[in-house]
Structure formats: C-alpha cells, structure tokens
C-alpha cells in the first residue's frame, strides 16, 4: 500500500500545488469556472424540478414516467460511463509519458496497474457528477424521500462507477492484447462514435416528443407501452434503480438490500478479475504500446486533395495549409468526429421536417418566417459549437513543436490567416446548408430566404475569426489530446463571445426585419423615420461583423508575438 500511494501521490502533490502556486489571473479563472459550474447545475436542477413536478401532478402514469425515466437517466450514464472508461484507460494504462518510469520502479505490476486504474476513474467520472448529480437531487426534491435514499445514491454510485471501471478498463486490456495500444486506440475511437451516431439517429427518428402527447396514442395501454425503457434485471443500472425508486415511493424493504449486497459483490469481483488479467496480459500489452505505427494507406489520394487545396494559395499559406489537412487526416480521433457532425446536421434538418406548424394557432406564414429569423441564431449557435471543437484547438494542434513555426521564415500575422483560410470554406458550406435547406422545409418568404442567406454567409466570417483569434490567446501546446483544448478556459470564452456575438446579430436584425414583414403583408408604405432606423440597424450588423474579424485576429496575433 505505500508503494501505490507513492505511484498515486504525484497526481494529489500536482493538485495540491496547482492550488497553492496559483496566481491572480488563475484563481480569477478558477471562480469564473466554479461560477459557471454552479449555474449549469443550477439550471439542470430547475428543469428537472419542473419536469419531475409535471409528472407527479399527473394521475396514474405520472410516477410511471418518472420511474421510467430514472431507470433511463442510470443507464445512460452507465453507458456513457463505460465508454469514458475504455477511452481514458488507452492514454493511464498504456500511453502515458511516464510509464517508462513507472514500469522502470521497483513497484509491482500489480501496484502500477491500479494506480492506473485509480487515475482513470477520477479522470472519466468526474463528468457523471456535472450531468447526474442535479438530475438525482431533483428526485430527492421533489419525492421527500429521506436520508436512506442520499445515503442508498452514495454508496450505490460508487459501487456502480466501481463497475462500469472495471468493465471499461477490461475491455481495454483485452483490445490492447489483440492489437497495439495505438490501433486499438483508433478502433475504439472509431467504433464509439459510429456507436453514438447510430443511437443519436434512432433516438430522433423515434420521435420522442410523441410521449408528451397521450392523444396521438389509441389507448391508455399503447401508450404506457411505449413508455417501456430498455432495462434488464440483470444490469447494475437495474438494482440501483429499483433501490432508489424504493426509497422515493417508501416502500424500501429487505429485498432492496440484496440490491445492494448484489451491487458491492459485483464490484468487488470485477476489481479481483481485473487484477488478475493485469497480471496476465497488461505488461505485453505496454510493450506493444511501444511499437511505432504502421504507415496508411491512402497516401495518394491526401496527396490529391492537398494538392487541390494548395493550388489557389501562395506558398508559406499553402505549406502551413497542407501539413495541417494532413495532421487532420492522419489522426483517426480527428476525422472521425466528422461522422457525429454528420449526423448533427441531418438531425437538425429533420427536426425542421416534422415541426407541427399547421397546429399552431399563429397565421402559418408569420409562424414560418418567425422560426427562420430565429433559425439564424440557432444555426449560429451549432458553428459556434463546431468550431470550438474543430478550429478553436487549430493554433494549439502545433504542440511542443510550435518552436519550428517561430523559426521558420513564416511570419506570425501569415501563420494565423493561414489557420483563418483552412476553415473559412467548410465553414461556410455547413452554415449556408444550414440555413437554406431549413428555409427550404419551412417554406418561407423570398425576402426571410435571402436575408437568413446573407447574414449566415457573413456571419461565419466573424465566428472563424473568433475561433482562431481566441485559440492564440489562449494556447495549449503541452496538451495531450488536442480535444482536450476546446474544454479549458479558452473555449468557454470563446462560447461566451461567440454566443454574444450571434445573439446581438439576431438583436440588431429583428427590429428591421419586423417592419420590412409587416410592411409587405399588410401593405403599407415604410416611412422615412423606418429606412433611418432599418439602414443603422444593418449597418451596426456589418459593423459588428467586421470588429468580429479584426479584434480576435488581432488579439490572437499580439498573443502569439509575445508568447515565449
């Protein structure tokens, strides 16, 4: 035990120092982030407040819906829970730096191992706590259950995270046994996000909103039917489900007990199990881990479409735009996500697809083009998202080696604009599809269908720039996973700026946009006083619009001149 709480401590000391060396700006950041987290949960909390109170306020299938919807909220998490796992076990258990040493001490195997293990359940559980918590503690809320349902929730939950660990890392080690840790991390990678994709779409598809409406059902028992969530007797999600209802409906009795027992024993059996696959198979897998990667195929056709891509740029931009297509097409954790932005994108077409509009009490053509004004800021928000994923990491993607770009003859101001070129197509393709098929399902006016056109088209302008100029500020070249970027500080900002940024567009936008709609449905004449107004309020657009390009890229570039 000393020896593993020697392998455990670097981590604790690194926590403990971080905390004590922290300076101004840093605990600035730090209570900024508190702030926020405190506000997610805060909001989490109200909503599932109001949609637990909804239930119970509904006779006969209220607390039905309510139990189904706990069983579905714990098996999701479950899910998402082992996923995490697999995932963080690849880079503790077998691709991280100091291994080498680890491995190179006088600590046993078995002692590395779950000191791994031990850092890959806070590393993956930690988000469990950020989504879970407040939906659990609304239940509490709002059923009164007592103290044995928080102390049932604490000590279940940690038996439950136990299990979906082991799991996940299991699964892990046996991936690792077959194939290199580098392949394996590939085929994870690439399995998980077909996996969500495909659940993402069949979860859409089923319509789900149908459940909030009884009246499309032809009976009472139809409709509780559909309400069946996917549980399992024999899932751990099950006994802590059950458990938990019991003690929300107080009727908790012995048999619940043996929930618990079944829990902790399965916890404790999967940690034995994992210890002594460890030992059979772990070390050769770290060994494989150690191989170099093998060289793709497909080298001829990036060599096309780089070649494409490089045609209409100088050279020093068109290098700079080369290597990093093919950093992007290399690395399997990269181009894969485009998948989940796929389906993304057609979810969000189809949700505009089946929209009830003829239900609604409002003229279908006001209802049409009032939901495509604020589909421009809708839109806004999902490239803000993209980007923050995809470009906002761009600057940081250079790593430890961002010392040759300093080297080189390229200057910073050329390096940057690079970065702004690579993006700025896509980008706008994806907006412009957005926006235009959107248009088309709501059927919308000539005149919504080119303003919406014109303002996304511009607007994708400032929300790239935004993204690459905060990526600068606030760089991570010493980042192990390039995704991990987009989660720190510099990504929230930019979502706040961002945000702000599309918010005052459709601001700025709706006053002009009104009376130009009203003026053509009901026929009247806009007076002098109305151009005045419509002709600033779109010159402010353009305005802000320009300031959103040239302040952050400005910023980025002064960040990326002083930075050492």
Request: hydrophobic residues 55%; aromatic residues 14%; glycine residues 6%.
């Amino acid at each position: 035990m000393k020896r593993l709480y020697l392998l455990i401590s670097p981590r604790i000391l690194s926590v403990k120092n971080s905390i004590k060396t922290a300076d101004r700006r840093q605990r600035r950041r730090g209570i900024m982030m508190g702030s926020l987290g405190l506000l997610f949960w805060a909001v989490m909390f109200i909503l599932s407040v109001r949609v637990l109170a909804y239930f119970q306020s509904v006779e006969v299938i209220g607390d039905i819906l309510a139990h189904h919807l706990l069983a579905m909220v714990l098996l999701t998490f479950f899910s998402l829970l082992i996923f995490s796992h697999i995932i963080t076990a690849l880079s503790n258990l077998y691709l991280s730096s100091d291994l080498e040493l680890c491995h190179a001490s006088p600590a046993h195997l078995e002692e590395v191992f779950l000191s791994r293990a031990a850092y890959t359940v806070v590393d993956s559980s930690w988000m469990v706590l950020v989504f879970g918590l407040p939906v659990l503690m609304a239940y509490g809320f709002v059923y009164r259950p007592g103290l044995g349902f928080y102390a049932a929730l604490l000590h279940m939950g940690l038996a439950t995270v136990i299990i979906a660990a082991c799991i996940g890392i299991l699964v892990t080690m046996l991936l690792v046994s077959l194939f290199p840790a580098q392949r394996t991390r590939d085929i994870v990678m690439l399995l998980s996000l077909f996996v969500i994709v495909c659940l993402y779409l069949l979860f859409r598809l089923l319509r789900p909103e149908r459940l909030a409406d009884p009246d499309s059902f032809f009976s009472v028992m139809q409709y509780i039917s559909a309400l069946k969530s996917p549980d399992s007797p024999f899932l751990p999600t099950h006994w802590v489900g059950e458990t938990l209802w019991a003690y929300l409906s107080r009727s908790a009795g012995k048999g619940h007990l043996f929930y618990g027992l079944l829990l902790w024993s399965t916890a404790v059996a999967l940690l034995f199990v994992n210890v002594w696959v460890a030992g059979a198979v772990y070390f050769s897998g770290f060994s494989k881990s150690q191989e170099a990667k093998r060289r793709r195929s497909g080298r001829r056709l990036l060599d096309l479409f780089t070649g494409l891509v490089r045609r209409p740029l100088s050279g020093d931009i068109a290098s700079v735009v080369d290597k990093d297509i093919r950093a992007f097409f290399r690395d399997n954790t990269q181009w894969s996500q485009l998948l989940l932005l796929g389906a993304l994108v057609a979810v969000y077409l189809y949700n505009f697809s089946v929209l009830p509009l003829e239900r609604s009490p409002i003229r279908l053509e006001f209802l049409q083009n009032q939901i495509a004004f604020l589909n421009m800021g809708l839109a806004g928000f999902v490239l803000s998202a993209v980007s923050v994923r995809f470009i906002f990491p761009a600057v940081s993607s250079e790593g430890e080696a961002f010392w040759i770009v300093r080297a080189s003859p390229v200057s910073m101001r050329r390096f940057l604009w690079s970065k702004y070129a690579l993006y700025i197509l896509p980008m706008l393709v994806l907006g412009e599809v957005l926006i235009f098929f959107t248009n088309r399902l709501l059927h919308v006016s000539p005149f919504m269908m080119v303003l919406s056109t014109i303002t996304m088209f511009l607007a994708v302008f400032g929300v790239v720039a935004l993204a690459v100029g905060l990526g600068a500020v606030y760089p991570n070249f010493k980042c192990q996973n390039i995704a991990q970027v987009s989660t720190g500080f510099g990504g929230l900002m930019y979502m706040i700026y961002s945000a702000v940024f599309v918010a005052l567009i459709v601001v700025l936008e709706a006053g002009p946009v009104y009376i130009l709609f009203m003026a053509n449905a009901r026929g009247y004449a806009i007076s002098p006083l109305q151009w005045g107004f419509i002709l600033s309020s779109f010159a402010a657009v353009l305005a802000l619009m320009a300031l959103a390009v040239y302040k952050p890229m400005r910023m980025g570039l002064e960040a990326l001149q002083r930075y050492e």
